[in-house]
């Protein structure tokens, strides 16, 4: 499965299920080692990582480490992050995150 991107990338998912980045001679910019990348507002991508979700630029660089439970974007370009807290019974914490 390839998923073009504008850079000339494309997120690649393989056999395996583990997916990453591949130029278009299918060199590697990002390894495939997540469990899933999806683009999320056409500048970034969205990444899992044992069952947490992170943002990367499409080039492959994390910009927000893969910690919470679910990353949306938002109208002037940043993101929501939730993340679901043990320590205080399982309180749900909601964060907006400019890049």
Do not use: C, H
């Amino acid at each position: 499965e390839q998923i073009p991107l504008k850079n000339g990338y494309f997120i690649v998912k393989l056999i395996d299920g583990y997916w990453g980045i591949v130029d278009d001679e299918n060199n590697y910019a990002v390894l495939a080692q997540y469990n899933m990348i999806s683009p999320i507002n056409g500048n970034y991508l969205r990444f899992q990582a044992v069952n947490k979700w992170g943002v990367m630029s499409i080039e492959g660089d994390v910009l927000i480490d893969a910690k919470y439970n679910s990353i949306e974007s938002y109208s002037d370009g940043g993101f929501v992050v939730t993340k679901v807290d043990p320590s205080q019974l399982g309180e749900i914490t909601t964060e907006k995150i400019k890049i």
